[in-house]
């Protein structure tokens, strides 16, 4: 007798997933693929030539999908296994935390001459770091800190920018000393980075104190160093007027001598 047989190809379905700094996610990230749960950051499979749905979640443990490495940007992407192995990658944006916001108050500027000291309000500065999910600095991104006046509803924006190790620190603030104060630190996130909040209330005269003398504003070296030089012209003219006074008393002296002579 004579049989027929038909063979079918199998073909290999790969998809990788890495996030936005180009790392293969952790190993709990997951894909479907027509309804098939699939563990891993790469996941490869040997099918055959049909119409696939593959699914990808939205958000992971803070990580959010940006887009498949084509810049495809839906979760659920159809395709067609035909003849050839079809390779997938995708991207997650990395998610950020607000660490280690504080407050601090700043000690009277006595040191400064004419500046003059306000004992109704309290002169402080915020910090804090900007890392991402592998306890990284974020470095050279914008933050944006909400001042809120908890008394009259007032909010006020600073803005700083991280450094190279994620720190940010806002100028010298001046608070109403006895209110409470909310404050927000928001970072809105971008391509490669979600977004990230954090929020503390605080009262300015609790504050503990700053551990280093903090950034002084440019307007106060202007103003110490007016004052320095408005002190060195006093005492120049005041010396040149004693020894005028000196030199005068000492010629008359000496005339005095010559006409009794």
């Known amino acids: 007798s004579v049989g027929e047989i038909n063979v079918t190809d199998l073909y290999k379905l790969r ?40 699914e990808l979640p939205k958000t992971i443990n803070g990580f959010e999908f940006y887009s498949f490495f084509d810049g495809y940007n839906e979760t659920a992407r159809a395709i067609t296994i ?10 997650y944006r990395v998610p950020t935390s607000v660490k280690e916001v504080k407050s601090y108050q700043v000690a009277s500027l006595w040191w400064l001459p004419f ?20 306890g990284y600095g974020v470095p050279n991104r914008p ?4 001042i809120t006046d908890v008394e009259l509803g007032f909010t006020w924006a600073i803005n ?8 940010f620190r806002t100028p010298l603030l001046e608070l109403v000393r006895g209110r409470t104060y ?14 990230s909040y954090s929020t503390m209330e605080v009262k300015p005269e609790e504050l503990p104190a700053a551990p280093a003398v903090p950034e002084i504003p440019i307007e106060y070296y202007i103003a110490a160093i007016a004052a320095v030089l408005i002190i060195v012209g006093i005492i ?17 002296s000496r005339r005095f001598v ?3 002579g």
Not at 143 to 146: F, H
Not at 160 to 167: H, I, L, N, Q
Not at 183 to 193: A, C, M
Request: glycine fraction near 6%; hydrophobic fraction near 40%.
């Open 143 to 146: 933050i944006t800190i909400n």
């Open 15 to 54: 998809v990788e997933i890495y996030d936005r700094l180009g790392n293969l996610m952790p190993s709990w990230v997951y894909a479907f693929i027509n309804g098939t749960k699939y563990s891993g950051a790469i996941i490869e499979d040997y099918l055959y030539p049909e119409d696939y749905v593959v």
């Open 258 to 260: 010559k006409r009794k």
């Open 115 to 134: 500046i003059e000291q306000d004992s109704d309000r309290v002169k402080v500065y915020i910090e804090g770091y900007l890392l991402d999910y592998y």
């Open 82 to 91: 035909n003849n050839s192995d079809v390779t997938l990658k995708a991207w």
């Open 160 to 167: 700083v920018t991280t450094d190279a190790a994620g720190y």
């Open 236 to 252: 120049a003219a005041a010396l040149r007027a004693a020894r005028h006074t000196v030199e005068d008393f000492r010629e008359r």
């Open 182 to 195: 909310r404050i927000d630190v928001v970072y809105n996130g971008d391509d490669i980075y979600v977004g």
